[in-house]
């Protein structure tokens, strides 16, 4: 339903069976926009629809906007800031993609697996941090690459896409990206530990 409502509300085609991407962010070198607008140029021949929502870089900006020119049948670029359309594209969104060239925590990731939007990273920082991306799929919670480039993106989105058709796999992915708990019982529990052992500690 968030997903219809949100193909409605920015003029996309409704086809509920399309792999929605999305992605929600600053538009700066460091957040690899140029990396995804290329990458998404590579996958044109397969099946997706896009929504890009940010404000920053005015060359990006540009680039996002001809994105949309060139593929008007499937991608939006809204170049705004908007906190609660951004809500809304987490809970449509099949896919967020987030190939930062360097993020020392971000937060999107973790915001979409609550929603079952299911990540598509860089494997930098945070992200790879709080992402699991497994061949076997069976603890995946997301899909990562290493290159900043154009290429590895598109062989990680093609992989995904692959995936996304394999429903029952897929909404294991979901599911173990909703489960995930990011809080800091856990961390703080480990610095302590670790804390403790380096003073000479038990």
């Known amino acids: 339903k968030n997903k219809r409502a949100l193909q409605a509300e920015v003029k996309l085609p409704m086809k509920p069976d399309t792999p929605l991407l999305?992605?929600?962010?600053?538009?700066?070198?460091?957040?690899?926009?140029?990396?995804?607008?290329?990458?998404?140029?590579?996958?044109?021949?397969?099946?997706?629809?896009?929504?890009?929502?940010?404000?920053?870089?005015?060359?990006?900006?540009?680039?996002?906007?001809?994105?949309?020119?060139?593929?008007?049948?499937?991608?939006?670029?809204?170049?705004?800031?908007?906190?609660?359309?951004?809500?809304?594209?987490?809970?449509?969104?099949?896919m967020i993609l987030m190939p930062s060239r360097y993020e020392p925590c971000g937060l999107a990731q973790m915001i979409a697996m609550n929603y079952g939007c299911v990540p598509l990273a860089r494997a930098t920082g945070g992200l790879i941090d709080t992402i699991v991306d497994d061949p076997t799929l069976k603890s995946s919670t997301g899909f990562l690459f290493e290159d900043t480039s154009a290429q590895a993106f598109s062989e990680a989105l093609q992989r995904a896409l692959f995936t996304y058709h394999q429903p029952e796999s897929w909404l294991q992915i979901q599911k173990r990206g909703m489960l995930m708990d990011f809080g800091w019982e856990k961390p703080a529990a480990e610095y302590a530990n670790l804390y403790i052992k380096l003073m000479g500690g038990e």
């Open 22 to 94: 999305i992605i929600i962010s600053r538009m700066d070198q460091q957040k690899g926009i140029d990396i995804a607008i290329k990458g998404l140029r590579q996958c044109a021949s397969l099946d997706w629809q896009a929504v890009i929502l940010g404000t920053g870089d005015p060359l990006l900006e540009t680039a996002c906007r001809s994105l949309e020119a060139e593929f008007n049948d499937r991608v939006r670029a809204l170049i705004c800031y908007d906190a609660d359309l951004s809500r809304r594209m987490y809970a449509a969104g099949d």
